[in-house]
């Protein structure tokens, strides 16, 4: 019974000491529509409500809090002073747990591509709405306190859109930046040796064999469990940014090239696939081919990913196309981007000998000949100086006798 008391006393205090700051402000006035600011982050919702209208209502900052929760400490607001004019500031991650927790609503919506999507069959965007409400100290029967109730509401898409970033080859993952209201969580893209997604791809200086299988993951992670990753396009260029590069599609919807296999796809919190290394054409005077993978990436609801993951069996199968304007086309998009994966271009024929091998081989045998060369210079050089020697020798030796 006094706790409640001590509560109120206490808001009446910081009530009075407050009151001093407020009753000179302009903002000490009746509220307005426009008191407060919603910033709709990707990873928390912040709000901010004008902090003196609230006094001017006849309440306080432990008076008002998210749809309701009074007696919840994790849905009050944090009272700002040093700013101009002052602020109760509420915030919260947008996770699930913390969502419920002060009974805000996520209602989740299935909308026509548009934007980045606008190829493709439907995308979908989560809902997330509250209010911010006073509680009225009054114990009797009427009240003269006018009550406060601030809407709030923010739409994510439920698509990542990540700056093209160079990322290692064995997976770093990457915090989506705020951009439009993109969803939260953290994206990373890992290759793999193995069909377990295990062992991570290690890729040697002088490149991979051709042909040798790679495995690629793309996972969300500090995502609740009602969204799965859903992969629309993979696809290969030369250079880290796909904008004005050559480049291969791995698949685009249901269409793919024949080497790749599809796995895991809109079913759960991670993508996967597998292609095997090839090399682009264009670098067949070069030593090793480099190339860079890139992967068109949203979210969907996974009770409704069935319906926007494309079918691609039977009768069902639905082809979406990639528009050829580049103002359009899907690989101008944002996507989450590999480091780079370089394959040996000496590897395509069978038998070849690597032109660095060739060439100490070839050194090695001309300064074997070069060594031989000399070496028979010298003994013809002595053999000659002998006969010489030998027969201007033999023409002396009658003369000598005869003067004797």
């Not at 706790?3 to 009746?30: Q, Y």
């Not at 940014?241 to 809109?266: E, H, I, K, W």
């Not at 919190?269 to 290394?277: C, I, K, L, R, V």
């Not at 090399?279 to 990913?305: D, G, I, Q």
Request: net charge positive; charged share 15%.
């Amino acid at each position: 019974m006094w706790l409640p008391a001590l509560v109120c006393l206490l808001g009446l205090f910081l009530r009075g000491e407050a009151v001093i700051d407020c009753t000179t402000h302009p903002t000490f006035r009746a509220p307005r529509n426009t008191d407060i600011t919603v910033m709709c982050g990707t990873q928390r919702l912040e709000l901010c409500i004008l902090l003196c209208p609230v006094y001017f209502a006849g309440y306080n900052e432990s008076l008002m809090a998210l749809n309701s929760q009074h007696s919840s400490l994790d849905c009050h607001g944090t009272p700002d002073w040093s700013v101009d004019p002052p602020t109760l500031k509420f915030n919260f991650t947008i996770s699930e747990s913390s969502i419920s927790t002060c009974n805000n609503k996520l209602k989740i919506t299935q909308e026509v591509g548009s934007g980045l999507f606008s190829d493709y069959s439907s995308i979908q965007a989560v809902n997330i709405s509250g209010i911010i409400s006073s509680l009225d100290p009054s114990a009797g029967t009427i009240t003269y306190r006018q009550e406060m109730t601030y809407m709030y509401s923010c739409r994510y898409p439920l698509q990542y859109l990540i700056n093209n970033t160079e990322m290692s080859v064995t997976g770093v993952s990457l915090a989506i930046k705020d951009n439009n209201g993109s969803f939260i969580s953290t994206l990373s893209m890992q290759l793999f040796e193995d069909r377990f997604y295990k062992v991570p791809l290690v890729i040697p200086s002088f490149g991979l064999q051709l042909k040798k299988r790679i495995f690629v993951e793309v996972k969300a992670t500090n995502l609740t469990d009602r969204f799965y990753v859903l992969l629309d396009r993979c696809y290969a260029t030369t250079t880290p940014f796909p904008v004005n590069s050559s480049y291969y599609d791995l698949f685009v919807g249901c269409t793919r090239d024949g080497q790749t296999v599809m796995g895991a796809n809109g079913e759960r919190q991670s993508a996967q696939f597998s292609f095997e290394a090839f090399r682009f054409v264009e670098h067949k005077n070069m030593t090793v081919s480099t190339f860079y993978l890139h992967c068109a990436t949203r979210l969907c609801e996974r009770t409704a990913c069935v319906t926007v993951r494309p079918n691609c069996t039977g009768s069902a199968r639905r082809r979406r196309e990639v528009p050829s304007s580049p103002g359009t086309a899907v690989s101008e998009a944002a996507t989450v981007t590999s480091g780079p994966i370089i394959t040996r271009v000496d590897s395509a024929v069978p038998g070849a000998v690597p032109y660095w091998t060739a060439s100490l081989a070839s050194s090695r045998s001309l300064a074997g000949v070069a060594i031989a060369t000399g070496a028979l210079g010298v003994i013809c050089v002595s053999l000659v100086g002998f006969i010489i020697f030998k027969i201007r020798s033999s023409k002396l030796k009658p003369g000598g006798a005869a003067g004797k």
